[in-house]
C-alpha cells in the first residue's frame, strides 16, 4: 500500500511536505519525498496530513466500562493496598465502545492499567485500539507497575481501620514490598548459584515486584502534590528504579528540581475541574513549564477522567498555554511512545515501525481538525 501526495510528519525527522509513505504486512516500508516514490497504484492523498498514531501514555481504557456501575468497574482490587500481581490485561475490556472512540480520535496505542486506589495497583499494558481479543493486541505486557501517593490510597482506607491511611504509611508499604523483593530476588539468586542454598517460598506479589527492583520494568508513580512528587523521587532513588511521574499537577512548582532528577512525567489530564484538594494548583501551563526546565514529558487523558478521543485536544491545550507546538505532538506521538518504552514500535514514521497513521485534514492541534483515516498495523480500522 502506498499513500502519495501526503504531508508527512514523521516526529523523528524533518516534515516531508508534499511525499510519500509505503507500508506491507503492517510495517512501514518506505517514505519520503514524491519525486522518490515507485510507480505504480496508490491511493491519492492530494495534500493531507499524515501523522503517526497518537499514544496515550496513561489512561485506564478498558478498566472502567462506560455506561455501567459495578459490573463494569474492574480498575481497582480495592480490598487489598499492595497487589502487584494483578494484571491489567485479564481486566481490560476490548469491545468497550470507548476503543472505537479511540480509534476515531487517532489514538491507536494506550497504556492502559489500574487506577490509584492501591500503594502498588498492578500491570499496566501497552494495546493497540483495533482487536477483539487483548492477546493480539498487546504491544508490550507488562509495561510498568502502578504506584500510587497521595489523596487516592488515603480515602480508599480510612474507614477500615486499615494502613495505609496516612501519606506516611502509603510510603512505607511501598518500601516494605521493594525491600521484600529485593531480599526475595537475593535469595533466588543464591539458590541458583549454590545447590545448597533453599530457594524462597514462591509468592506472586514479589515475584511481581522483582523486575522493578531490577529497573527492567518501569514504576510509575501516580503523584499530584509537589510532596508527593518528592516522595516518589526518593523511593525512586533508593531503590535505584525506572520512574515515571505520572499527573505531576504541581511539577510547575518544582521544576527545576524535577529536571535535575531526570525523571520524566506523563501530565494530564490538561483540562477539568479541581475537584479534589491535591489539584489546587492545577494550571494549563503546567506540561509547558515543565518542558521549559527540561522534563522530558508525554500527555494523557486519565481516560475515563476525560474521554480518549480527546488526547489531542489535550495537546491543544498545552500548546495554547505556551508548549511548543512541536513538543505538543511529540507529547502524544514520540515522546510518549519514549517515556512508555515502546518507541521501536510506534511514536513515529519510520521505517520498520508498525504503520500506525492517522490522515488529518489539518494539524490535530486545531479544533476543527478532521480526521480522515486511521491505520493500526496497516489496517484502516476508521
Not at 46 to 65: I, K, N, Q, R, S
Not at 214 to 223: K, R, T, Y
Not at 293 to 319: M, R
Request: negative net charge; glycine residues 10%; contains cysteine.
Amino acid at each position: 500500500m502506498i499513500l502519495k501526495h501526503a504531508h508527512l510528519h514523521p516526529m523523528d525527522a524533518p516534515d516531508i511536505p508534499d511525499g510519500y509513505l509505503a507500508f506491507e504486512n503492517g510495517v512501514i516500508t518506505a517514505l519520503g519525498e514524491m519525486s522518490q516514490c515507485p510507480e505504480g497504484a496508490g491511493e491519492e492523498l492530494g495534500g493531507a496530513h499524515v501523522y503517526p498514531g497518537f499514544v496515550d501514555a496513561h489512561c485506564h481504557l478498558g478498566m472502567f466500562g462506560d455506561g455501567l456501575g459495578f459490573e463494569g468497574d474492574d480498575g481497582n482490587e480495592s480490598t487489598d493496598p499492595v497487589t502487584p500481581h494483578l494484571r491489567a490485561i485479564d481486566s481490560v475490556d476490548v469491545l468497550d465502545r470507548c476503543f472505537q472512540e479511540a480509534r476515531a480520535g487517532g489514538v491507536t496505542t494506550v497504556l492502559t492499567g489500574p487506577g490509584s486506589a492501591n500503594a502498588i495497583g498492578g500491570q499496566f499494558a501497552a494495546l493497540k485500539t483495533a482487536g477483539r481479543w487483548v492477546d493480539e493486541m498487546i504491544v508490550k505486557a507488562p509495561v510498568a507497575m502502578k504506584f500510587a501517593l497521595g489523596e487516592n490510597p488515603k480515602w480508599t482506607y480510612k474507614d477500615r481501620d486499615e494502613a495505609p491511611v496516612t501519606r506516611m504509611a502509603t510510603a512505607a508499604l511501598i518500601r516494605e514490598q521493594l525491600s521484600k523483593a529485593r531480599e526475595y530476588l537475593r535469595k533466588q539468586r543464591k539458590a541458583e548459584e549454590d545447590e545448597d542454598a533453599e530457594p524462597p517460598e514462591f509468592d506472586a506479589k514479589l515475584e511481581a515486584l522483582v523486575p522493578v527492583v531490577e529497573g527492567e520494568l518501569p514504576a510509575h508513580f501516580h503523584a499530584h502534590k509537589a510532596s508527593d512528587i518528592a516522595t516518589a523521587v526518593r523511593i525512586i532513588r533508593e531503590f535505584g528504579l525506572d520512574g515515571v511521574i505520572v499527573h505531576c499537577t504541581e511539577g510547575h512548582l518544582i521544576a527545576p528540581l524535577l529536571a535535575q532528577e531526570g525523571i520524566p512525567a506523563i501530565t494530564g489530564p490538561i483540562f477539568g475541574d479541581r475537584s479534589k484538594p491535591e489539584l489546587r494548583e492545577q494550571i494549563l501551563e503546567n506540561t509547558a513549564l515543565l518542558r521549559k526546565a527540561g522534563v522530558e514529558t508525554a500527555i494523557c487523558t486519565d481516560h475515563p477522567e476525560n474521554p480518549i478521543q480527546y488526547l489531542p485536544f489535550e495537546a491543544a491545550l498545552a500548546a495554547k498555554a505556551g508548549l511548543d507546538r512541536e513538543d505538543a505532538l511529540q507529547s502524544i506521538t514520540l515522546r510518549a511512545a519514549k517515556i512508555a518504552g515502546i518507541a521501536d514500535r510506534v511514536g513515529s514514521l519510520t521505517v520498520g515501525k508498525d504503520a500506525d497513521l492517522v490522515v488529518c485534514d489539518g494539524s490535530p492541534l486545531e479544533l476543527n481538525c478532521g480526521i480522515q483515516a486511521v491505520y493500526i498495523n496497516g489496517q484502516r480500522v476508521h
